[in-house]
């Protein structure tokens, strides 16, 4: 998995490395934007005592969000929001038994005082989540700013280059 060279901003996690092909979106996203990354597989089931670490840890190293995606029972959002203060984003994974609707419904069903922004299931909300760290980000840095308008000039102007006859 890639991470930039400098000071991670934007952490990428996932409950297995099943879920990278999906979450591997997210990170180009940010790639695309220079926006420096880490990407780990880290679970609230499997590797408890490792997730509370990551979570308590995640500020004072310098992150300014968390990414999490999980599948099936997806708590690792839930449990990253319950132990730092950072802003978390889920993304729901789709699973083979309930094409992500457990995932999406156990990431964005949090009580109230703990929230998780949840995203779309699957490659669109990795996609999103990473656009929304960058919108972040970008209230305190110009060029970032500048970036994502130029982005999103040239989504709008793709959509409307579209000619149908
Ligand atoms: N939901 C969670 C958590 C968690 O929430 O901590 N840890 C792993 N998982 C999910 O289990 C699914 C199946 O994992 P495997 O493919 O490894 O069996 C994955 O989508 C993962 O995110």
């Known amino acids: 998995m890639k991470s930039e060279s400098a000071a991670p901003l934007v952490a990428i996690i996932m409950g297995s490395q099943s879920d990278w092909p999906v ?85 964005v069903q949090m009580p109230g005082g703990v929230p998780v922004a949840t995203f779309a299931i699957g490659k669109a909300g990795a996609v999103n989540a990473a656009l929304f760290a960058v919108s972040m980000l970008a209230l305190n840095d110009e060029s970032l700013s500048k970036s994502l308008s130029d982005f999103r000039a040239a989504q709008t102007k793709k959509v409307l280059d579209i000619k149908l006859d």
């Open 23 to 107: 979450l591997e979106n997210a990170a180009k996203t940010l790639a695309d934007f220079g926006v420096a990354h880490e990407a780990r597989v880290i679970s609230a089931h499997r590797t408890p005592h490792a997730a509370f670490e990551y979570a308590t840890s995640a500020q004072k190293r310098g992150l300014k969000c968390i990414i999490a995606g999980a599948g099936m029972a997806a708590h690792l959002a839930g449990v990253m929001a319950g132990l730092t203060q950072l802003p978390v984003l889920g993304v729901p994974m789709e699973s083979p038994q309930l094409k992500g609707i457990d995932s999406l419904l156990s990431t």
